[in-house]
């Protein structure tokens, strides 16, 4: 893959994480909110929602470099009714809308909490449509390695595990760096993340699996197959790119459970969750790269079939 198609998976990736950091830290904020306040969930989401939206412009910005044409790609709306490629477009330009109104309604608007509350889960509403979309896309006949429905489940999967680390991490940088805060406001921040880590990584661990079990799930749906254009992409996977399998595997894998080793002592040591930003941060950099690899290894594993 050269730097021109390493574009269409920074894309994907990081959508996939906003969208699940975001469907993260709303349900957060809505099971939160009657215990602690409307006004201090508000403060408590403003910065990981501006964040994820900045996430999003560094997304939509890095899709345009796969394009022979970037400033024509308004164009690609026209076949709504038709393509799934032009509904991913659409339904990508109403999340980034929906997200900016959000962070615009937290940062400037006081009270409106309802209007708030509706307004993020439309836009997390609107984030699935684009995955479902972005995932389409590659059911195609002439892509065997492709065309499954395992393609979709992956998709959400990938989009709840790095949805889920990404927010952790982002939740304990935003306490780290909050700066003159009150004894209570922190207080109140530590006992949402504590309990937030815990289920965010539980989340992630069954992400992972089941992101994994799909993975060898399709090099037996391939095994089975006696298409050339299968058994060519098996001969990929498990010949010229078996290392980077294997590699995917074990950063997935290792972080993964590296997460849940830290969280589990500090929870029990009852240490400070001041200091749990650097072991989280490795945990999420192994899944990244794991699945930066996967991303590749879907990409450079199929083999057309047909015209």
């Known amino acids: 893959m050269n730097l021109r198609e390493w574009a269409l998976p920074l894309y994907t990736i990081l959508t996939q994480l906003a969208i699940g950091a975001l469907f993260s830290l709303w349900i957060i904020r809505s099971v939160s909110s009657s215990k602690y306040g409307n006004e201090k969930m508000?403060?408590?989401?403003?910065?990981?929602?501006?964040?994820?939206?900045?996430?999003?412009?560094?997304?939509?910005?890095?899709?345009?470099?796969?394009?022979?044409?970037?400033?024509?790609?308004?164009?690609?709306?026209?076949?709504?009714?038709?393509?799934?490629?032009?509904?991913?477009?659409?339904?990508?330009?109403?999340?980034?809308?929906?997200?900016?109104?959000?962070?615009?309604?937290?940062?400037?608007?006081k009270g409106y909490y309802h209007l708030k509350l509706g307004v993020g889960w439309g836009a997390i509403l609107v984030g699935f449509a684009v995955i479902y979309s972005m995932a389409s896309i590659y059911l195609l006949p002439t892509q065997i390695s492709w065309n499954s429905h395992i393609a979709i489940i992956s998709y959400y999967a990938v989009m709840l595990l790095l949805g889920t680390t990404s927010l952790i991490v982002i939740l304990l940088m935003d306490l780290g760096f909050s700066g003159r805060i009150s004894p209570q406001d922190l207080d109140f921040r530590i006992q949402i993340i504590k309990k937030a880590v815990i289920w965010l990584t539980f989340t992630a661990t069954v992400a992972a699996f089941i992101g994994i079990a799909l993975s060898l799930y399709q090099i037996e749906l391939l095994?089975?197959?006696?298409?050339?254009?299968?058994?060519?992409?098996?001969?990929?996977?498990?010949?010229?790119?078996?290392?980077?399998?294997?590699?995917?595997?074990?950063?997935?894998?290792?972080?993964?459970i590296w997460l849940i080793g830290v969280v589990i002592y500090f929870t029990r040591t009852q240490r400070s969750f001041m200091k749990l930003l650097g072991p989280i941060y490795i945990a999420c950099t192994l899944i990244l790269i794991g699945e930066i690899l996967q991303r590749f290894l879907f990409y450079a594993t199929h083999v057309r079939t047909g015209l």
């Not at 796969?66 to 400033?71: A, G």
């Not at 690609?76 to 959000?102: D, H, Q």
């Open 42 to 109: 508000d403060q408590f989401t403003f910065v990981p929602v501006l964040i994820i939206f900045f996430t999003m412009i560094l997304a939509i910005i890095g899709s345009h470099f796969h394009l022979s044409k970037p400033f024509l790609s308004f164009l690609a709306i026209r076949n709504f009714r038709y393509s799934w490629l032009s509904r991913e477009v659409v339904f990508t330009g109403i999340l980034f809308f929906l997200t900016g109104v959000l962070v615009v309604m937290l940062k400037f608007k």
């Open 223 to 256: 095994r089975v197959l006696e298409l050339p254009s299968a058994q060519a992409s098996l001969k990929l996977i498990l010949g010229l790119y078996k290392p980077l399998l294997v590699m995917r595997m074990g950063f997935t894998g290792f972080g993964v």
